[in-house]
T-cell receptor
Framework: DQQVKQNSPSLSVQEGRISILNCDYT??????FLWYKKYPAEGPTFLISISSIKDKNEDGRFTVFLNKSAKHLSLHIVPSQPGDSAVYFCAARRGSSNTGKLIFGQGTTLQVKP | GAVVSQHPSWVICKSGTSVKIECRSL??????MFWYRQFPKQSLMLMATSNEGSKATYEQGVEKDKFLINHASLTLSTLTVTSAHPEDSSFYIC??????????FGSGTRLTVV
């Protein structure tokens, strides 16, 4: 049962344009959502997160939008840079504790072309 | 920022032998440690959650006698793959969490069983 889904395995955008990565979830009990960036043979690095009580969170070039009714979240990267090329994972957890377990999506490979 | 050191970064072992992977939080005390497994182009699948001094909680389908997890201190957790077989070949990642800084991932271990 894949509770967190990233249905687009890959995305290619031009440098300077917007990248939009999507994530859907099935468990309405999730309270917190996170986005991670991962390079091959490395561990994920944290990008941005959002609580279920909010619908938007912004940090520099990264913005995460949450639509609870649709059980959908998206990560916007503006403007996209070649260094953003990596695999992006969304993750979700129940509860407010930072020690709760994370459930990850399958990942989306982003390629930003110069 | 928080750093998690995971060793070794890669290991090749013979079928039937055991392999130990270490995960250390270098500058913080990890209340909880998580162990993940990732197959190529797939999601990070949570294997188990461990709290210092307690037995690990394994996810459904993960053999606890095969994947031994020890969380002896607030800064060290180990995963031992016992009697490894080629199907255990994968990328293993640990994540250490405290209540303040959230999740910090190790750089991962590529295990190849021949």
């Amino acid at each position: 049962d894949q509770q967190v889904k990233q249905n687009s395995p890959s995305l290619s955008v031009q440098e300077g344009r917007i990248s939009i990565l999507n994530c859907d979830y099935t468990n309405s009990m999730f309270d917190y959502f996170l986005w991670y960036k991962k390079y091959p043979a490395e561990g994920p690095t944290f990008l941005i997160s959002i609580s279920s009580i909010k619908d938007k969170n912004e940090d520099g070039r990264f913005t995460v939008f949450l639509n609870k009714s649709a059980k959908h979240l998206s990560l916007h990267i503006v403007p996209s840079q070649p260094g953003d090329s990596a695999v992006y994972f969304c993750a979700a957890r129940r509860g407010s504790s930072n020690t709760g377990k994370l459930i990850f999506g399958q990942g989306t490979t982003l390629q930003v072309k110069p | 920022g928080a750093v998690v050191s995971q060793h070794p970064s890669w290991v090749i072992c013979k079928s039937g032998t055991s392999v130990k992977i270490e995960c250390r939080s270098l500058d913080f005390q990890a209340t909880t440690m998580f162990w993940y497994r990732q197959f190529p182009k797939q999601s990070l699948m949570l294997m188990a959650t461990s709290n210092e001094g307690s037995k690990a909680t394994y996810e459904q389908g993960v053999e606890k006698d095969k994947f031994l997890i020890n969380h002896a201190s607030l800064t060290l957790s180990t995963l031992t793959v016992t009697s490894a077989h080629p199907e255990d070949s994968s990328f293993y990642i640990c994540s250490a969490s405290d209540r303040v800084d959230g999740y910090t991932f190790g750089s991962g271990t590529r295990l190849t069983v021949v």
